[in-house]
């Protein structure tokens, strides 16, 4: 029987307790190893281009770079970059959703208990589905900075592909959507393929953004 490697994480915030707090909870799982830690954003970029995790959680507000601009560096310099959880103090904070459109894969609450933290982690390291879904939709919806007209990915999409971004923007996975629509997995994750392609986003979260800013959301 083979076990699956730890799941290796980078811990970046400017305060030692809020860093020591999390090292503890994730620490504490045999699945999740704390790799390394940053307490300025541009260290975070140094660290993570050092270690190679697979997960970071980044506090938005550091000194030097804030954690947008190192989630930016982050995801332009390297080739298979970790993915990248946003660490806030309140769901309406105004940095999430640029952080979000910077190709952050989801945001959490410091306030979050042990539990939701090391879900969060799971989720986004193992599975194709958005953290928060609801969460996303709501700040997509609220914060989105409309194009005057539909982008031209808009027209691309087949009707197909139309189906799968609506329901990626559900948080639904692959596996959902296949019984969903009744067709095979493989042919989801073509759809879903194409849809990241057309869109020119790196992931679900980036897809599910750029789907409500260009109007698509609220079109049929």
Same mark, same amino acid.
């Given at each position: 029987m083979t076990t699956c490697p730890p799941v290796r994480i980078v811990l970046a915030d400017d305060e030692r307790m809020v860093r020591s707090a *999390?090292? =503890?909870? *994730?620490? =504490?799982? +045999?699945?999740?190893?704390v790799v390394g830690e940053a307490a300025t954003g541009a260290e975070a970029v140094s660290v993570v281009r050092e270690l190679r995790p697979d997960v970071v959680l980044m506090d938005v507000r550091m000194p030097e770079i804030d954690g947008i601009r190192a989630t930016e560096q982050i995801l332009a310099t390297l080739d298979d970059?970790?993915?990248? #959880? #946003?660490?806030?103090?309140?769901?309406?904070?105004?940095?999430?959703?640029?952080? *979000?459109?910077a190709? =952050?894969?989801g945001f959490l609450l410091k306030r979050s208990d042990a539990d939701a933290l090391v879900q969060a982690v799971r989720l986004v390291s193992h599975t194709d589905t958005l953290l928060f879904p609801s969460a996303v939709r709501a700040l997509a919806a609220e914060h989105a900075?409309?194009?005057p007209t539909p982008p031209p990915w808009v027209a691309r999409l087949t009707g197909r592909e139309s189906d799968v971004l609506? *329901? %990626?923007a559900q948080g639904l996975t692959n596996a959902e959507i296949a019984?969903? %629509?009744? #067709?095979? +997995?493989a042919? #989801?994750?073509?759809?879903v393929a194409a849809v990241l392609a057309k869109t020119g986003t790196r992931d679900r979260t980036q =897809?599910?953004?750029?789907?409500?800013?260009?109007g698509f959301m609220n079109a049929r």
């Open positions: *999390l090292r =503890a909870i *994730l620490s =504490a799982e +045999p699945d999740l190893e970059p970790p993915r990248i #959880v #946003v660490v806030i103090t309140f769901e309406n904070d105004s940095y999430v959703y640029d952080a *979000l459109r190709g =952050a894969a900075r409309a194009y609506r *329901l %990626m019984r969903r %629509m009744e #067709v095979g +997995p042919t #989801v994750k073509s759809h =897809a599910v953004i750029a789907a409500y800013e260009a």
